[in-house]
């Protein structure tokens, strides 16, 4: 059974730091491109970040280029996401995700 569980998120102000983290499991993780998405409140799924199966290869959203870092640990099965500078608008529920799968989510709330 494929898993994907969120962790790390929480409530930060701006400007503050989070870093998000996926474990996996039930699928060839080392395999796949791994990708974060978000959802923020009465909006769309938004695209965030995309990592390829070696770690070598990295994409953003520009809205996050230069405050989010994805990364991946093959030997462990985990997915990472750094976020820093965070603004109000990084609010959302932010998802792991591979192919049409993503997990249940861990919230990120950014207010003063």
């Known amino acids: 059974e494929v898993q994907l569980v969120e962790s790390g998120g929480g409530l930060v102000q701006p400007g503050g730091s989070l870093r998000l983290s996926c474990a996996a499991s039930?699928?060839?993780?080392?395999?796949?491109?791994m990708k974060w998405v978000r959802q923020a409140p009465g909006k769309g799924l938004e695209w965030v970040s995309s990592i390829t199966s070696s770690g070598i290869v990295r994409y953003y959203a520009d809205s996050v280029k230069g405050r989010f870092t994805i990364s991946r640990d093959n030997a462990r099965n985990m997915l990472y996401l750094q976020l820093n500078s965070l603004k109000i608008e990084d609010t959302a529920m932010y998802y792991c995700?591979?192919?049409?799968?993503r997990g249940q989510g861990t919230q990120v709330t950014v207010s003063s």
């Open positions: 039930g699928f060839t993780f080392r395999s796949y491109t």
């Open positions: 995700a591979y192919d049409d799968r």
